[in-house]
Structure formats: C-alpha cells, structure tokens
C-alpha cells in the first residue's frame, strides 16, 4: 500500500478514549439483562455515527475514527456481545439477528434515538446490515467496509463442513503468532505502525464470542438483505483484501443494490479504518452529513407546515 499520510500518521497516534459500559435490556440475555462495553467521543448531542468491529477486532479497531470524527460526531464504538467485557448471548445457536436485537437495545440505554450513519467491518457489516434492515428508521445511511455475504446460502452438508472447519480454528488458546494474522489482514508491504495497532485487535477476542460470531454468519445471506435496505449505502473495498475479495463479496453486494456506491481502497487490505484512515473518514462524515442535511432539512420543512 503507498505510504501514510501526515493526517493518517496523526490518527493513528491518538489516543483511545477509556472503555465504558452501560447496562441493557434485551430477551437476547439471561433475565433479559446484560451489559455492553463501548468508547464514545465528541459531543453526545451531535449527530451519532455507530461503528461495529469484525471477528477478530474490539472497539480498539477504530481508534483513528474515534479520533478524526469526534468534531462533528457523537461517534460510538461498541464491543460486540461476547468480545471483551460485553455479556454474551448464552445461546448456542446465535443467530445475526440476535446481535442486531442488541445493538437496538444498547442504543435505547444511551437513549441514541437515530443514526447518521451507521459503519460496519467484515463481520460487523453483517450485523450493521441486519440491523438496518430491521430496524430502518434507525439508520440515516449505511457503510459497509471490507463487507462479508456471509454463509446463510449454504446448506446440508457443505454448511455443516465449513461451519465445523471455522469452529475449530476458532479459539485463543490456539497458537497464532500476531505476524502471522497481520500477514493475512494487510499486505506486504504495509507500513509498520499500521501493523502494529492490528496484531493487538485479538486482544479483546473470547472462544465462546468468537464461536458465536461464526455461528452467526451462517444464518444470513447479505445479498439477500441488502435489497431491503432503504437508506444510502456506501461499499468500501479493498483492491488487495486476502479475507473478503472484492469480487467474491463487495461485487456481489452492489449487483443486489445497484444503489449503492462502490470505494475502491486501492493497494489496501481488509483494515481500511487503519489503512486508510483519512479516506475512510471522508466517506463516512460525508454520507453522515449529507443524510443529517437531508433530515434536518425535511424536519424543518414539517415544523413550518411545508
């Protein structure tokens, strides 16, 4: 990939704001009760931007969008059920819609009534989709980064044989060196810093999380959803991703929603939010501020009587 710029090399060196929680309410836990770590930045009363980590991440991911976004945004990043010190859905059988279930109640309990823009990587682009779809006058617009079609298509045996393969790399106690997960998610030739904050991303990783997130995928098919969706849509990819070529997920994404808007990263891999920072952040302050415009103007036009 070309070198860091002087804003992203900025972005990256920020600091993470600390790690909260918040206690929800969702029939998704035991007792109905759980609760969801998260850090937040900028000022809550400023149109919300909501991002989702993938599988093999945590909140710590978005650090240079917690940080180049906070101006204008109430940016929100959560640890997803069962990563970090999130509560994890106790079921075994988890299903995508679980996690969407949720992040709805999680927004209810930081009383976040509407998304600008709602941003979601690999796995969590599945999750960010499910939940526009279900809950769609939540969500102002849609960022899909490195997405993933997931596994719902597939059936009998050769769901249950790819289910199983995934399931059993799936645990912490597995030794992986961090090079080597920073081989697959970047390229060669990525700058250093870039690689550093990635091999930390499985810090905040559990089995049973990790588990469930994988049992997830195979209950949703994102081409099949994402035509349901009613909100802009802006597909990113990069033109060296390993994990989810564009070819075989982003391009089968925006043949089912020829709306939506293709950005190419070009020499990135499936970390865009790190390899790309700067650029990353444009497309989401600009579908955030263009939805938010188009909102704020149709609610003043209602309060005038136009």
Not at 210 to 237: E, G, K
Request: glycine share 6%.
């Amino acid at each position: 990939m070309a070198a860091l710029s002087a804003v992203d090399t900025e972005l990256l060196a920020q600091d993470l704001p600390r790690l909260a929680q918040v206690a929800v309410a969702s029939p998704v836990y035991p007792g109905k009760r759980g609760h969801i770590e998260y850090r937040a930045a900028g000022d809550a009363r400023n149109p919300a931007v909501l991002l989702l980590h993938g599988l093999g991440s945590n909140s710590v991911g978005y650090r240079a969008q917690l940080a180049g976004l906070s101006r204008e945004f109430h940016v929100i990043a959560w640890n997803a059920p069962g990563f970090g010190g999130s509560t994890p859905i106790p079921e075994q059988d988890v299903a995508i819609d679980d996690y969407a279930d949720a992040l709805a109640a999680f927004l209810r309990a930081l009383r976040v009534k509407r998304l600008s823009a709602l941003v979601g990587s690999s796995w969590g682009s599945v999750v960010a989709l499910t939940f526009a779809k279900n809950y769609p006058a939540l969500v102002d617009s849609l960022i899909l980064s490195a997405p993933n079609i997931a596994r719902g298509h597939l059936v009998g045996d050769a769901r249950a044989a790819e289910l199983n393969a995934w399931l059993c790399t799936a645990d912490i106690d597995i030794p992986v060196s961090r090079a080597a997960i920073a081989d697959r998610l970047l390229t060669p030739d990525t700058p250093s810093s870039v690689r550093q904050h990635v091999e930390r991303l499985r810090d905040a990783m559990t089995t049973d999380g990790w588990r469930q997130a994988i049992r997830s995928l195979f209950t949703a098919y994102a081409p099949d959803m994402i035509s349901a969706v009613r909100c802009p849509i802006a597909i990113l990819s990069g033109t060296r991703d390993q994990v989810a070529p564009h070819r075989d997920h982003a391009e089968r994404l925006l043949a089912a929603a020829p709306g939506a808007t293709s950005h190419p990263f070009e020499d990135c891999g499936h970390m865009l939010k790190l390899e790309a920072p700067a650029k990353f952040n444009a497309i989401v302050r600009q579908m955030a501020a263009e939805t938010w415009s188009g909102t704020s103007t149709a609610t003043m036009r209602i309060l005038k009587g136009g």
